[in-house]
């Protein structure tokens, strides 16, 4: 069992300033996930008649990406390839300190205490991530078109984006380049998505920095903190594909 | 005579749906942008609905309480999508994917709708392809298939370990396409809070800004509820943390039927309960299963050195080993569907088998599966094949790629590696079949009312096969609901906009603020969360994998009970005018409470065991469920005011093109 | 193509073929001042050419100024862009955990170039230019008025190593020049959408390049310092 300090980002709204504060919590197993350690937290707080920590949180199985914690400097915590809901609370010491952020960027404003508002990322797939086909069910056989198992395996890679928005919150810039590159990348890799690609690409960049997103600087920090793993080769397929789409007109 | 009207179409099994089609009515592209509709939720069912219906040219609503549609909990299947294909070759059809699906599901389902299912199950695998969704393809680049329970061929496609999601991801994709052409109007973060009934129609919603706390009408000339399912009512699931039963269970109370709440999967691979802090289950695929091999030990000596940790589990030899569904079921083996398997498991755990701490625990290992597969790798590339190390190495490579997401997703939370030491699973409640009841149309109860996907009980009968749910989700949305709607709506284009300053929106509205000032002001002492860990404990022990009189009995007065004390004692703290997530729970546990006692009366009516529902006095002496013929219909129930005056109907199951009988897996 | 430098890629882009127009440059100057350390004469032969020809001066080196100013104006402008687009900052940031000092760090490593940059012109650009463009001495001569005094390159050059501060500041500015090297040529690759088989390779020239090009101008710096 494990006694800690945590210090939790604490916004009443997004016109509240807001500001770090701390909370103890004690008898912590280290077979609790980590949001499973902030449900005791917070029924602590209702026992007491305090409001509740509010933060996002759905499948708690690290697939729907809701859950956005920044835990100790970093996005989805210490661990790599995992969600927080994934985190678990053998990762820490007895003692330790744990400091709980909300994502910071400009394009991700604060709702309260430590949810943000993602849906920037909505808006940039509204833009182009999507490929123009309708729902007959007419369309050809599936199986019609072979695809290269490495393009397929690749376009795959790319789709397992969960949208939680760890690149943008780990990236010094808060470029969102990563995200909008696994959109971009999978529809390039397979037929399917060729004949829309100049205008996808150039949408959703357009409408990426719209959003306000910083640049990319090829840092890498998106990739190593993505809980998929998603490979920084998207994001050069996306300059490249950019950068054609741009000369072709 | 019922008086529900299924409203299934005369005419042969396999001619039925297309008859349909060309019967219905349509509404002219001109008019269809007169008319609106309203959905709530967008996972699969909803989500491609939406999409669909603003293609179409209606104005479409949307609504889902995550922040955005594509976190909707269809995300989070992981195994497959069951489509008639044939592309193996073994013999697949749209017959034997009907006949596979009501035998699965205990000759409890409609057989047209079934049918119906089996025969746009292709028209999915297609549309999802042209989407972009990347399936999984073998070398030659052809798309690759898998086996799943329950079945004999490999019908099944897949993405890896999250399907779900890459599905999702489509008809998500299909909706941002709308949502850039202002076909469709999101609305994330809102919560349905009830159904508007104008002239005895569906004719909008009262909705909660999750964010504001605004109370919203909105209106519309039908409204689609594709809201999932309520398995959260047993708090521990493999559902989401925010699923519930709220929308679907407004709209009950506004005349929408429930038909078999009490049809419940319980999924048997899913990670053991660890402590009483755990908020949620996590499931391990069933794919799992195609190369698994489930066990206990055969003696109680090697269980209790288990339990004390002075044996392993890898340490217990082949003969000492009880792979009791090998075993029991020797022609489907370790692929039985769910309800067998779950019950296979918890037989053995109350005989004392089970090998965790709280003995609710069964091995699942794939140390036969990495051998078999290290022989044939060390084989082809020509190495020894007598080479233990070798094998094991190749064999593991073999495995990892089949499955290292999910043992990698075990080894997070179990902190056991999997390659080495077997896992320990035990079932988990995972899916409902039942839901409101709709017609052939998918319309409930209540003209104008659809439910599509998981929300309404029609295909899967008493148990579903795996990767059959995102099949029905997608089939509901993308082919079913939007040319039946079209039937109902042709006779609304010339009705105009639905005002929404009318005395019924004025109840609703009210209602609903009564409802929210109530929870906010009641000033007690407790959480939810206790409330609905209380409800969890009494729905899991006494509604769970077995039933039986008593229990059923007990748990309609505990929960009434239960409800009661929730209404005095529940603490809800903060505002209703704000983000308020102790508020929302609140609603849906308000909801869980009522629906619990009607899953329960409703378990005790059936007298029989079928599929997910067995009845302790009902079964085989080789311990099966025993179906009874007399059973054989859906049960509708209808609110009058109170959960325990609920009046039963009956749909009676008529079965023309399969034979009923036993449902044998030996 | 309108408007491609007001997209986050264009600019990315931008950026990234400045940097390598600037590394090609720095290839040719590295050499000649590498003749230095061999051969007085070819140095002083290749310094007047560079100094003297008409396509040089009137159209490289002006290309090269505003290649300068173009990549540390936009570095400028997009760094204060990325800044902005955070907002409120974390209180605690574990940036070590997820990327490189290099990599973050390209605005310290590319102002001290910068820097150095100034003291550079100021030591050799500003003074050729005076004696050029202003005295009107093109002849390169130590003596202009003696046509066997020999050309005055690699006499000054000599004469720039013997302080110590300098060639001290000199090693400091190329260190940190290694340093943006190090991240800014790979991030030049990414930037510009190169990705195929090659890339492993490039990448590891690269390492090779922004380790050895400042290790050479280090090298020339102190061989003089310490020969004069």
């Not at chain 1, 810039?173 to 696994?182: E, G, I, K, R, T």
């Not at chain 2, 039946?484 to 609903?512: C, M, Q, S, W």
Request: charged letters at 25%.
């Amino acid at each position: 069992m494990m006694n800690l300090t945590l210090k939790i980002w604490r916004q009443k709204n997004s016109n509240d300033k807001g500001s770090i504060v701390d909370y103890p919590v004690t008898d912590i197993s280290p077979d609790m996930s980590f949001l499973e350690m902030l449900d005791v937290l917070n029924q602590e707080l209702i026992e007491k008649g305090e409001e509740p920590v509010a933060f996002d949180h759905d499948c708690r199985e690290g697939i729907c990406g809701t859950c956005s914690l920044y835990i100790n400097g970093r996005a989805h915590g210490p661990s790599t390839r995992i969600t927080a809901c994934q985190l678990h609370m053998r990762s820490f010491k007895d003692g330790d300190t744990i400091y709980i952020e909300p994502w910071r960027a400009k394009a991700f404003p604060v709702i309260k205490d430590l949810i943000v508002d993602r849906t920037s990322f909505d808006r940039i797939q509204q833009a182009g991530g999507f490929i123009s086909v309708n729902t007959s069910g007419n369309t050809q056989d599936a199986n019609a078109i072979p695809i290269e198992k490495e393009n397929a395996d690749k376009a795959f890679d790319a789709a397992t984006c969960i949208g939680c928005g760890a690149c943008v919150a780990s990236c010094k810039n808060s470029s969102a380049m990563l995200f909008v590159s696994a959109k971009v990348s999978q529809f390039a890799l397979l037929p399917q998505g060729q004949v829309e690609a100049t205008d996808r690409v150039l949408n959703m960049v357009k409408q990426m920095d719209e959003e306000g997103f910083g640049n990319c600087t090829n840092t890498g920090a998106c990739e190593v903190e993505c809980p998929k793993g998603i490979s920084l080769e998207n994001i050069a397929r996306m300059n490249r594909e950019y950068l054609a789409a741009s000369f072709k007109g | 005579m019922s008086i529900l009207d299924s409203k299934i179409p005369e005419g042969p099994l396999a001619d039925k749906w297309t008859k349909h089609k060309n019967d219905i009515n349509l509404v002219n592209p001109a008019n269809k942008r007169l008319i609106d509709v309203i959905i709530v939720g967008t996972g699969l069912a909803g989500g491609s609905a939406a999409a669909t219906l603003a293609e179409l040219g209606y104005n479409v609503k949307a609504f889902c309480f995550q922040d955005s549609p594509r976190r909707a909990h269809s995300i989070a299947a992981q195994g497959g999508i069951n489509a008639a294909k044939n592309y193996q070759g073994d013999g697949d059809s749209t017959y034997r994917l009907f006949y596979d699906t009501v035998k699965g599901g205990d000759y409890r389902s409609r057989e047209a709708n079934v049918y119906r299912l089996a025969e746009v199950s292709t028209n999915i695998i297609d549309q999802c392809v042209a989407q972009g969704v990347p399936f999984a393809r073998e070398y030659g680049g052809l798309l690759d298939n898998r086996s799943f329970g329950g079945v004999l061929v490999s019908r099944t496609f897949y993405a890896k370990g999250q399907t779900g999601q890459q599905l999702l991801l489509g008809a998500y994709a299909a909706m941002n396409r709308q949502i850039g052409r202002g076909k469709i109007k999101m609305y994330a973060r809102h919560e349905m809070l009830d159904v508007v009934i104008v002239d005895g129609k569906a004719r909008g919603i009262i909705a909660r800004n999750l964010v504001t706390g605004e109370i919203q009408r909105h209106s519309a000339h039908a409204v689609v509820l594709a809201t999932g399912g309520y398995g959260n009512a047993f708090y521990l699931s493999t559902y989401a943390m925010g699923s519930n039963v709220t929308a679907a269970w407004k709209a009950h109370k506004r005349g929408a039927f429930f038909a078999n709440p009490c049809y419940t999967q319980i999924h048997p691979t899913c990670i053991p309960v660890s402590g009483d802090h755990q908020s949620k289950l996590t499931l391990m695929s069933e794919s799992l299963r195609n190369d698994g091999r489930i066990w206990v030990p055969k003696h109680k000596k090697d269980v209790e050195a288990i339990r004390n940790g002075s044996l392993k589990p890898t340490e217990i030899a082949e003969e000492d080993r009880d792979y009791y569904l090998e075993r029991r079921y020797p022609a489907f083996g370790n692929l039985v569907p769910r309800d067998v398997a779950s019950r296979a498991a918890k037989e053995r755990c109350d005989a004392g088998y089970g090998v965790n701490q709280t003995g609710e625990a069964v091995y699942l290992d794939f140390a036969s599966a990495i051998q078999r597969y290290g022989k044939e790798q060390a084989y082809v590339k020509g190495l020894d094949v007598d080479d233990k190390k070798v094998v094991t190495d190749l064999g593991k490579k073999v495995v990892e790629n089949k499955y290292g997401n999910l043992f990698q997703m075990y080894e997070k939370i179990v902190d056991q590696n999997p390659y080495e030491t077997p896992m320990m699973i035990y079932p988990a409640v995972h899916y409902t079949m039942g839901g409101l009841w709709v017609d052939y149309n998918l319309m409930t109860t209540v003209p104008g009312l659809y439910a599509a996907g998981e929300a309404n009980f029609s295909d899967h009968g008493a148990n579903r096969l795996g990767a059959s749910a995102l099949m029905q989700g997608l089939a509901d949305g993308y082919f079913v609901l939007p040319y039946t709607i079209g039937d109902y709506l042709a006779h609304d284009i010339r009705t105009g906009p639905i005002p929404t300053d009318t005395k019924e929106f004025d109840e609703a509205e009210k209602n609903v603020r009564a409802t929210i000032d109530k929870l906010i002001n009641n000033k007690g002492t407790k959480s939810v969360d206790h409330f609905h860990k209380r409800l969890g404990k009494i729905m899991w022990n006494k509604c769970g994998m077995a039933r039986n009189e008593k229990d059923l009995k007990e748990a309609i007065t505990e929960i009434a009970e239960l409800r009661e004390e929730f209404h005095k004692d529940v603490f809800v703290p903060g505002g209703e005018n704000e983000y308020n997530e102790e508020l929302a729970k609140a609603g849906r546990v308000a909801d869980f409470l009522e629906l619990g006692e009607l899953f329960a009366k409703d378990a005790l009516e059936r007298n029989e065991s079928a599929g997910g529902h067995f009845r302790e006095e009902y079964q085989t002496e080789g311990g099966e469920a025993l179906r009874v013929k007399e059973y054989q219909y859906v049960s509708a129930w209808e609110y009058k005011g109170q959960a325990s005056e609920a009046v039963h109907h009956k749909e009676p199951l008529e079965y023309k093109n399969i034979e009923v009988k036993e449902r044998s897996y030996k | 193509m309108s408007g491609i430098l007001n997209s986050s890629i264009g600019r990315k882009f931008a950026m990234a073929l400045s940097a390598l127009f600037l590394m090609v440059f720095l290839v040719m100057h590295v050499s000649i001042n590498f003749t230095s350390v061999f051969s007085e004469e070819l140095f002083n032969n290749l310094s007047h050419f560079m100094g003297t020809n008409p396509l040089v001066q009137g159209l490289m080196q002006p290309i090269l100024i505003f290649g300068v100013i173009f990549h540390f104006v936009m570095g400028f402008i997009l760094e204060a862009k990325n800044k902005a687009s955070r907002g409120v900052k974390y209180a605690s940031n574990s940036a070590k955990d997820n990327s490189t000092w290099m990599s973050r760090n390209m605005l310290l490593t590319g102002v001290v170039v910068l820097a150095f940059l100034g003291l550079h012109m100021y030591d050799f650009w500003v003074h050729e230019m005076t004696v050029k463009y202003i005295e009107g001495d093109m002849s390169g001569l130590i003596d202009p008025n003696n046509t066997e005094s020999g050309f005055r390159y690699y006499e000054e050059l000599r004469e720039k190593f013997v302080s110590p501060v300098r060639v001290g500041i000199y090693v400091v500015a190329f260190i940190l020049l290694a340093l943006h090297l190090l991240h800014g040529f790979n991030s030049s690759f990414q930037s510009i959408g190169a990705n195929n088989k090659y890339i492993k390779g490039l990448k590891g020239f690269s390492k090779v390049y922004s380790i050895g090009i400042p290790a050479l101008f280090i090298f020339i710096a102190v061989y003089h310092h310490f020969t004069h």
